[in-house]
């Protein structure tokens, strides 16, 4: 069982940038994949951006001003969130999924939130 604990969430300025964590549980050396998702008031859950060893897939919306870095040592992963807008305020859940006994496996942080207002 994975468990990924999300940081860094908090009230922000239009234009601003704000940096949150993921701590995950386990190496992420055995994830084959991480990423970001999010979840606006009264709106479905929405994808950031994932990454696997071979590609990244972003969300339209945040291609261009948000990036994913990983600290193999301290088995974290940050999402980097810049020139951040009123629409960007959500929950950000950090995700991975890693294949074990013959099937992928999801697994869900329980989301840090991020208010962008003035």
């Known amino acids: 069982q994975v468990q990924l604990v999300e940081s860094g969430g908090g009230l922000v300025q239009p234009g601003g940038s704000l940096r949150v964590s993921c701590v995950v549980s386990e190496s992420i050396f055995s994830i084959n994949t991480m990423g970001w998702y999010r979840q606006a008031p009264g709106k479905e859950r929405e994808l950031v951006m994932t990454?696997?060893?071979?590609?990244?897939n972003y969300g339209d919306s945040v291609k261009g001003r948000f990036t994913m870095s990983r600290d193999y040592g301290k088995n974290t992963v940050y999402l980097q969130m810049n020139s951040l807008k009123p629409e960007d305020t959500a929950v950000y859940y950090c995700y991975a999924q890693r294949y074990t006994s013959g099937r992928n496996m999801d697994y869900w942080g329980k989301g840090t939130l991020v208010t962008v207002s003035s």
């Open positions: 990454v696997t060893s071979s590609s990244t």
